[in-house]
């Protein structure tokens, strides 16, 4: 079942042997989702359900997303770096019980300049993993690519699992990033009809563990804030199954 939905139209086969237009989107819903927001004079505040909250979230005219972080917004507990980010609120177990799937259809329009990187979407601990990071796709410098953590806490112990190179400012990709049940996870990338996809084994220390999805702008900070410089991102598409 689809948890947040944008069904994405799907291509038909005709009888002459074209391929029919893709049908329209329907805009990302924020049904089944909470979300972060970078304010808070104690840290930042968790929005559930999940609302529009200008300027750090808001719709665009074509029902997209558009989200927006602050270098110096408020941060998490657990995080130095300031995030407007959807949390998914339907969990499951890591490497077991059936295939789940973050997918999007994202445009990065700024990153933030001390980093120029901003994690769009993530597999992170959830319950009694709650401040554990799992699987997290970058969108660094150009680049796209998927960090998996083989230990159950921060640090630096991650296999890197590159997908695309020369993304630009503007231009629109696809993601998707699957936990299959079978012990293995997917993730692929699509710009201009073209898909890069990649697997990896599920963690041993992260089998069965509790986890969910998370999606948006969670940009990556190093060095000292500045006024006006943050994250933009919109997502015309958005699915958590």
Known sequence: MLRSSVFLGCALLLASGGIAAASPAAPPSLDGWRLTLPVGSDGAEVLNPAELDPPYLTRAADGSLAFWAPTSGAT????????????????FASGTGGVHTLAATVTVEQVPKTSKTIILGQI?????RN??????????????????????SAGSNYLDYPLLTDVGLGEVFSYTITDRGDGRLRFTATRDGSTEEKTAPVPSA???????FQTGDYEQLKGDPEDGDGGRVSF????AS
Request: aromatic share 8%; net charge negative.
């Open 76 to 91: 998490t507990s657990h995080s130095g770096s300031p995030r407007t980010e959807l949390i998914d609120n339907a969990g």
């Open 206 to 212: 992260w089998s069965g563990e509790d986890v969910r």
């Open 124 to 128: 992170h601990g959830d319950q009694d």
């Open 131 to 152: 401040s554990d990071p799992y699987t997290m796709l970058y969108y660094s410098d150009g680049t796209v690519h998927v960090k998996v953590n083989q230990q159950l």
């Open 236 to 239: 015309s598409a958005l699915t």
